[in-house]
């Protein structure tokens, strides 16, 4: 009873401390603080072509994986885009890298601006609210501008507005949380499609569509707010957090986490696996708890920045080119032949937070 009790008050506490550091760290963000600098992502110089015009976008209500998505767009001398850039911005260089390499932010050259606000252009699934953030920037301010006349359009304007359409890429995610609640509720009639939940986990929510939490994003949602035009991310926070509140059952970790289901199926490749002493255990037990103290203190002082490169999540994330997430993927997946699920177990930050629910 008494190691239930110090268990409890030790999770409150953290907990606590969690709620203060969102705090801080917002007020970090916004330079309020005595050691605060600016955060913002450093992005190359925009060039503008002789003869051309350049205006900035910025729409506040518009916000991304972390906050707004300020734009600078080129006009060429005969009044069509020349290109749309990044302003630097609180975004993770990870997600701006990704977006520009898939050559999102050509989408509108060529066009007017009247024509650009009628352009429909599709997100990208891994960067979903990043690149929706974008496109409604884009458009509101240029509306903006039509409407106190600073653009004047011949032709009536027509908005393609894409809301929360049921498409077969928001189909397939759907369907993954749904096997894997199944899963939760029905633990022994699921044993023997175990196999199917890791791999659909791993392809269709790693690879495919990049949908998965983190620390990143568990900060990014309470400091910048919810972004409910890509609602899957919060869904699954929801659903992280409160399955085990109600069950005491670990629910994300074990059922959808598509990198713990990859380190899953690699430990099934080996089935002599190292057991580790009790005293080592004891030692490795503390390692989430002390890994996330130490992110938050390498925010704090500046250090690091960019939260991604601190857990292997983003190494789904293949056209980013992401190295560092890239290395701790392959390192831990490789330690999973010996040890089941090590980064689970003792280094994950982002499943120690939502293991203090329970």
Sequence with gaps: MMKKTQ??????????????????WAAHL??????????????????????????????????????????KVVVSEDGTIFSVNFLPSHESPAWIRLIENAGFMDSWNGLTLCEAVGHHVDAITSATMTTVAVVNTLRDDILRRIEIGEIICDDPIVIAEKGLAFDLELLAVLAVLAFALISFFFPKKMKPARLYLLAVSVIVLGFWQGQYLSV??????????????AWIIPLMFLLAFALPLITKKPFYCTYVCPYGAAQ????????????????VYRILVNLRPAYLLVIILLLFTGI??????????????????????????????????????????YCCPTGYIFDLTR
């Design 304 to 345: 690091i920045l960019d939260f991604v490169n601190f857990e292997p999540f983003s190494g789904f994330m293949l056209d980013a080119y992401l190295w560092i997430p890239m290395v701790i993927a392959g390192v831990f997946l490789l330690v999973s032949l010996f040890v089941p699920k090590f980064w689970c177990k």
């Design 264 to 279: 899953e199926l690699v430990g099934k490749l080996n089935k002599k696996h190292v057991q580790i002493p009790q005293k």
């Design 30 to 71: 916004q330079d309020r603080l005595p050691w605060s600098s600016s955060q913002e992502v450093e992005l190359q110089e925009i060039y503008i072509p002789e003869g051309a015009t350049a205006f900035e976008a910025r729409s506040p209500q518009r916000i991304g994986w972390a906050g707004e998505t300020p734009l």
């Design 216 to 229: 990143s994003g568990f900060f990014n949602l309470f400091v910048f707010g919810i972004n409910w035009v």
């Design 7 to 24: 268990e409890r008050i030790w999770s409150i506490a953290t907990l606590a401390i969690l709620c203060v550091t969102i705090v801080l």
